[in-house]
């Protein structure tokens, strides 16, 4: 695996919000749903999904970090927010440090190196599956 230099977007520590369209946008999907097709996307890419974020309160909500401009111009199933970009409209995506204190934000799956991210159709394509 890569060390947190390579990886410029990650923050040294704690927790940071990214601004979606410029290194990644974001799928979130809230509780155990998104935890379950985390967990498949891992075993379809034999253990590398790309980066997963998950969130251990509230809503309990996974953020999926997929390519840029992936997002907006698919069916996406009901439940499931997008975090994108564009005109007259911003979002920001919660990113966790790698090491050290980051609750209550954690990596379900770390980022691997800075070109890999979850691929965009199989995301979609598992949350159909699972309507």
């Known amino acids: 695996m890569n060390t947190q230099s390579d990886l410029t977007w990650l923050p040294a520590t704690g927790v940071q919000l990214r601004k ?3 290194q990644f946008d974001a799928i979130r999907v ?3 749903k998104g935890r379950d097709v985390a967990d498949w996307l891992a075993r379809m890419t034999g253990g590398d999904p790309g980066p997963i974020v998950e969130t251990a309160t509230g809503r309990r909500g996974v953020y999926f970090l997929v390519p840029v401009g ?3 111009h698919r069916a996406w199933p009901d439940g499931v927010t997008r975090f994108t ?3 007259g409209h911003v979002s920001y995506i919660p990113v966790p440090a790698l090491n050290g204190p980051t609750w209550p934000l954690s990596w379900r799956y770390r980022p691997t190196t800075p070109d890999r991210l979850v691929h965009t159709r199989l995301l979609c ?3 159909h599956s699972q309507e």
């Open 20 to 22: 979606a369209g410029v």
């Open 30 to 32: 809230d509780g155990e």
């Open 70 to 72: 992936s997002v907006s």
């Open 85 to 87: 970009a564009s005109a």
């Open 125 to 127: 394509t598992a949350l």
